[in-house]
């Protein structure tokens, strides 16, 4: 019997309880990136962007030029003569080229095809005015397409994630390995500079994700998470054991002949200012950057593997998964006793550094004072026939998800969409009334 929770038909904490299906994608739809606060764009495998409006769900451009399918999206904002924003996304193939498009017009600006092997990731880096591709090497870009200036070949399988750093600089996923490479601006021209490779990853890392100026974090295929110094590229804590039940406190006692990699591997990470939501394998986990631990998880979250998950207000996260769903999840206080010993969670964060006994004796003391969180599942989003991709979360307007069924599904708060209905109909009532009285 599967130990996923479940959830009747009785959401009340659920808001999204109308949707409107997107269609237009022929193949896996694996990209959304937002363009603006009710304008975001798909893609996927059959090569085509699509960007939507986010309150209507109205198609408003169809973008044609890749032959391949999509392999990175990025925003871009670009400035004219006239001072003016424009609005714009880079989007890469396994074509080898990336295009530049106007989401205002729906036009191809630029298209560039000089590149040896697939892009598989591109960064605007804004405060440097510069845009990066990566892929079997790291090229830079300014805003008019031209390239300041790249790497050597660094390796067959190519940079898979980037990430900016302080100090001018990016850290690279290249297979097990982190490369640090500094972005040099000189008179006579650009450079960019490889000064550090991190080597502790025992297998491919598969997320990187920035969490403020001091901090990034990275997690692998085998399960590995390692939190980085962003100033100095030093490891300020690992873990690896995602697969022991005796550390998770929502963990049922389970006998398994062998552990399979797909379900301790990090799939996807997010942070904000105060924690690393990570989704690991079926299971989703809640690290706390103060308190050096995780403090929530559910280590069942899914029936399949987790691929994307996001931290919205009001103390919620939402996650997807390859099994179809979409989920709401609520962060909430543990009830404990007093005398009960809190188990420190599968990040052992007290044994790095200049630790000592009186440290690990402080460690337990705070671990016993601290208070425990649980995820309790709110929301349960039933739409999509296959893998669900990535999400994006637009506020009020609702949230947008992604799929391997082809479809893109906006779903809407049902109360406030009955509202809006409401005063629609009221003031068309109120026009036609008062035309009624002229005659």
């Known amino acids: 019997k599967s130990s996923v929770q479940t ?9 999204y309880t109308e949707l409107l299906v997107l269609k237009g994608h022929q193949d ?88 040896h092997s697939t892009v598989k990731c ?19 870009w300014n805003r008019k397409l031209d390239l300041l200036c790249k790497t050597s070949h660094l390796t067959d399988a190519g940079i ?7 100090k001018n600089c990016v850290v690279a996923a290249v297979g097990k390995e982190l490369i640090i490479f500094r972005l040099i601006d000189r008179p006579e021209g650009w450079n960019v500079l490889e000064v550090k490779r991190l080597v502790d990853h025992q297998d491919n890392i598969l997320s990187l994700v920035s969490v403020n100026d001091l901090t990034f974090v990275t ?12 100033l100095d590229w030093t490891k300020q804590a690992s873990e690896c054991k995602f697969w022991d039940s005796s550390l998770h406190t929502d963990a049922q006692p389970e006998i398994k002949l062998s552990q399979s990699p797909n ?38 979250a899914h ?23 979409v989920r709401i999840w609520e962060l909430r206080e ?52 296959s893998a669900v991709q990535m999400f994006l979360y637009f506020g009020e307007l609702g949230l947008a998800t992604c799929s391997a069924d082809h479809l893109v599904i906006l779903w809407k708060d049902g109360e406030r969409e009955s509202r809006l209905r409401s005063v629609t109909l009221f003031q068309k009532l109120a026009q036609n009334g008062g035309s009624q009285l002229k005659f």
């Open 263 to 300: 379900e301790t591997s990090v799939q996807h990470l997010t942070s904000d200012e105060e924690c690393v939501f990570a989704a690991v394998g079926k299971g989703i986990y809640v690290y706390s950057l103060q308190m050096k631990r995780v403090i929530a998880c559910q280590k069942t």
């Open 160 to 166: 898979s994630a980037l990430v900016e750093l302080p």
């Open 28 to 115: 896996i739809v694996r990209f959304l990136v937002q363009i603006d606060d009710c304008r975001f764009a798909s893609a996927g495998d059959d090569g085509i962007i699509f960007l939507w409006n986010a309150q209507t769900g109205e198609k408003l451009f169809e973008l044609h030029g890749h032959a391949h399918k999509i392999t990175a999206i990025a925003p871009f904002y670009s400035s004219d003569a006239s001072g003016e924003n424009n609005q714009l996304i880079l989007t890469a193939s396994a074509d080898r080229t990336v295009i530049v498009w106007d989401c205002s017009s729906g036009k191809q600006i630029q298209k560039v095809s000089c590149f």
């Open 219 to 230: 997690g692998s295929h085998v399960g590995e998470l390692i939190v980085w110094d962003a």
């Open 7 to 15: 959830i009747g038909e009785e959401q009340i904490q659920n808001p």
């Open 334 to 385: 543990k009830q404990q006793l007093p005398a009960e010993p809190v188990p420190t969670g599968f990040f052992n964060m007290w044994g790095f550094g200049r630790a000592n006994k009186q440290a690990n004796q402080a460690a337990k003391k705070t671990q016993e004072n601290t208070t425990m969180y649980f995820l309790e599942l709110v929301g349960d989003l039933i739409g999509h026939s």
């Open 122 to 140: 591109l960064t605007v880096l804004q405060r440097l005015d510069v845009w990066l591709s990566g892929g079997s090497d790291l090229c830079v």
């Open 303 to 325: 029936d399949s593997s987790v691929l994307h998950i996001a931290k919205l207000p009001n103390r919620q996260l939402i996650s997807c998964s390859e099994d179809g769903s």
